[in-house]
């Protein structure tokens, strides 16, 4: 079997090396090397979807657009082929743009100019589609229309994505000092620059991103490592520009003062400084009023050392910030300092809650109020209903903190030492489909803390996906339960993109996507460390790895300077989703891998009967009968009433052989089966179904593991005049069978796992057909645009104990209660952090 799977694989490769090459890439137009740097290629082939069009609703009245970028539409336009855009107009249709178009990629600006049909007896209609950097649009972006009217023959777009934009050069943006946490990463940007004019308007103008590489675009041709650039006068390529800085270096303290250094840039002309590089330094300086400001040049040309400085409520620690929040916070409300986005939580003041703690203690509270008929005396916030115990008086002062707000509510009833009980209930926005019920997370005679996880305090999630949408890791995101790695004594609670799903007991900073904790001999976590927050989306590093990092996390034992963090890495491994290992510690930063199919792409599948779907290159199988067990038939109705009969496998009885029909109109028999590991999906493509206009039905159904959902239905995900598709989420896709190469892990758990070893006489096989393999590819991807090309075809496919950074502490009856960071040991009662692990 060993040799057979090798037999497969070669014969896979082999196949994608030395296949015809003669053959003409009809979107060869969207790959485009850039023309100024000349390091890299643009490519937007990706942006266009073989299945549907694009469809965008203009402002003006009756009328709507259809829109390919890179190859033709799947819908004729008035009847004729080969239009990339189509203009419908009171349900009359005008080819308004011609494949190809005319592509330009010149001094940064990408445009392409699509020329269309006879707009008036002189002129014919044009459509330029500007393509824009930004790197948090992903390239499942749609264009923007700018404007437009009945008259025009001219139409205007944008389009923005990810796909315009070069790889970016990124560095850490927090410090620790002296107990103190700055974080700058709220000034960075990913879509346009900061502009710092020298002098007036005709003066050279320096160009400048935080912590990120200058986005690259027509009005700033900078370097693709350089932070900080000079623009010495309007320029129509690259040599106009001066590289102030690289991204090199974290931000840091000097006496006092937060700064940020890029190092390395080009060589200084200046004074015959010829053997020293240009360097620019910014100085932030802590104003809590300075929100949307920009820095300020203030000298330094003469000696190339550039000196910025920036007052900026970022510059402030969060400590003061969250000090500052208090002071200006409203009622159930408050202002995240850095952002101004307004955490608001009035609508949950119209309810009473209550939670109940895992030895059942039954707990009654309100949100900013006191809960009515209750047993507690006046005022109470959160009440023991068990027997009447005030555990906090309700305030009104919701208070900021980087995993999200809280309140605390103090001045409770009498508890040992004669001090009194108080609660903290801290919300946070969780993964999507996390339950939104409060939960107690430790209980002790003078303390209740409670999670909860809200989207009303989801002022944002990072997305789960690398820069192009190459890799997507969103199927890894846990909303019921975390991954649990245990190396001896030690446990490792881990999410991905999202925080933790809150476990009573487990007291991380609220927020934290990663916890390191151990259990004492009662069975009870102790030693909570968080190893960061979930605040960058995932990158591929320059081995072409995926590599997600969570930052910000306890302070580091070894170089209180530093915050820990953790590094994930997810080489590709197929047949499982994996489980991440714990590989080791060091420089302040966890080191996990994550081997798993989700970075591999994906694979083509074949059908057998009765209804049996397989992938051609692992064996992985699944029965999909098995979502038929309790109805033949599933019937799904859009908005307007217009009902799809599905019955994947028994479509040729009812519905003239295809799987998917509406009324009498067939959406088409099986053409493809596509095991998408990286967006962990099974596709079934149906075409060549009934005649619809001037071309035939399609259909899709696409499959979406979740354990939790039983069976579950098919929901409608998108149509159109001519094609239909559906996502159908079910635990049927999670048991697919697959050849028993490797161990597979708990879901859950995990624990040191053995790989096997194939024998001797498989493993030479295995090098020997790899070398000829690796040879052909090697030839083959010479030329940048196959490499660029083949890339395109494959992607269709607390008090108690703690050393971490937010400690829960108690506090007088006179106190305002609050997360300390800076933690009085006469208040709170903590323990070391268990031992470094050995790596």
Known sequence: MYKLNIFVLFYYFATAVFADTSVVNDNSFCIIPEPVLKVFTYNFTSLSDPTKDIILNNDYPNETLRIQLCIPLKQKCNGKDGYGICLIRNKEEKGIGM?????????????????????????????????????????????????????????RFTWRTVLACVHPKVQDCTVTDNKLHYDLSPLTRYSQNYVIHTGNRMSPKIILNICHSVIFKSDA??????????????????????????????????????????QDGDICTERNRTEQHIKTTISFICDFKAIDTIPEYIGGKEECHYQIIWKTAAACSVESLRNHSVITAGRCTVTNPLTNFTYDLNSLMNNDFHTTAQNGLQYEFGVCKSPADMKCASGTGVCLTNNGTSIGKYNTN??????????????????????????????????????NTPLVMEQSPCQLIIHWSTNLVCEKRIKCATVDDEINLSSLIKSTSNYIVKMNKTEFHINICRPLVSVSGLTCSHGSAVCKTSLNADNEYVNETSLGFPKESPILNTNHETVLRYVSGSPCPENPTKLISSNFTFPCRYNNKGFPEFKEYKDCTYIFEWKTSITCGAVMGNWSSPCIIKDQLLSQECNLSLLYTHKNIYHVKNKQGKEYSISICG????????????????????????????????????????????????????????????????????????????????????????????????????????????????????????????????????????????????????????????????????????LLLDVDPTQCQTDSDDDLLNA
């Open 221 to 262: 041709l900078c370097q693709m490592s350089s932070g900080v650039c000079l623009q010495k006068e309007p320029v129509s390529s690259g040599k106009g520009y001066i590289n102030l800085g690289d991204v090199t270096h974290p931000p840091s303290l000097d006496d006092g003062k937060l700064k940020l250094e890029y």
């Open 398 to 435: 919701l208070i900021w903190q980087e995993g999200g707000p809280y309140l605390n509510y103090t001045d409770g009833d009498l508890c040992e030492n004669e001090r009194r009980r108080y609660t903290v209930i801290a919300f946070v926005c969780g993964a999507e489909g996390v339950s």
């Open 651 to 818: 479509g040729q009885k009812f519905c003239n052989g295809s799987a998917v029909c509406q009324g009498s109109n067939g959406y088409g028999s099986l053409a493809n089966v596509i095991f998408d590991y990286g967006r962990d999906v099974i596709k079934l493509q149906y075409s060549n179904g009934d005649k619809c206009v001037n071309n035939s039905y399609t259909s899709e159904v696409r499959f979406i593991c979740n354990g939790s959902m039983g069976i579950g239905e098919p929901k409608l995900l998108w149509e159109s005049q001519c094609s239909v598709e559906f996502e159908w989420q079910t635990n049927v896709t999670c048991t697919c069978k697959s050849s028993p190469r490797e161990p597979t892990a708990s879901s859950d758990t995990h624990e040191s796992v053995q790989d096997f070893s194939p024998s001797h006489t498989g493993t030479v096989a295995g090098i020997v057909l790899g070398v000829i393999a690796l040879v052909g590819v090697l030839l083959y991807f010479r030329d940048p645009d196959k490499r660029a090309c083949f890339r395109s075809c494959w992607n269709p496919f607390s008090s108690r104990r703690g050393n971490g950074r937010v400690q829960y502490c108690r506090v007088d009856t006179t106190e305002e209660a609050c």
């Open 99 to 155: 494949m190809p178009p005319k592509v330009s990629a010149e001094n940064g600006k990408i445009l392409f100019v699509f020329t269309g049909d006879d707009c008036t007896q002189n002129e014919k209609y044009t459509v330029n589609m500007t393509m824009k950097c930004d790197y948090k649009a992903g390239n499942n972006s749609y264009p923007e229309l700018i404007s437009h009217t009945e008259e025009q023959c001219n139409l």
